[in-house]
């Protein structure tokens, strides 16, 4: 399960930095591009804006056939306080621009990918390419939330992956 969510993170990840490199976070002093995962970061108190955080929520493993399909649930957590040039008064329209590269990215062609090892990269300096895909279902857009000066919104999106052997 952890390599389709790793793969399905990096592809997600590299889509939306093409989509919109200037979209970035900084993370213990380093800038990155503008998505994280919350499990693989510190616990923390910040609440990153402006940034895409993923969450997966859900896990079902349907192992009645050879090759186990695990169901994941991604749940995309995005929020903008809008600009401070604006007075803010351009939150709706950035949260817009957030949903736009989101559906670009989830949607583009293919929906599917390669499952990838990114563990085998530490060793070897490169993902290993394992022998199923990992594939995703259209997104769910949550309603807007405001709360105070800030406009949210979760998305979900259904993540599929066949379990290999061996796989944890």
Not at 24 to 41: A, Q
Not at 111 to 134: D, E, F, I, L, Q
């Amino acid at each position: 399960m952890q390599n389709a969510k790793d793969t399905f993170y990096l592809t997600l990840q590299s889509r939306l930095a093409v989509l919109n490199p200037a979209r970035t976070i900084v993370v213990r002093g380093v800038v990155r591009p503008g998505t994280l995962v919350e499990e693989n970061e510190l616990p923390s108190a910040w609440v990153p804006i402006d940034a895409f955080c993923l969450q997966w929520t859900e896990l079902q493993v349907n192992s009645a056939e050879p090759l186990p399909l695990v169901v994941m649930e991604c749940s995309i957590q995005y929020a903008t306080d809008g600009t401070s040039g604006n007075g803010g008064m351009d939150r709706g329209r950035l949260l817009a621009a957030m949903d736009a590269e989101l559906t670009a990215a989830i949607g583009a062609e293919p929906h599917a990918v390669a499952k990838m090892n990114y563990s085998a990269a530490k060793a070897s300096g490169a993902p290993m390419a394992m022998g199923t895909n990992v594939f995703w279902a259209d997104p769910v857009f949550g309603a807007t939330t405001a709360v105070d000066k800030r406009l949210a919104r979760t998305t979900t999106v259904q993540v599929f992956a066949y379990q290999e052997a061996g796989e944890l």
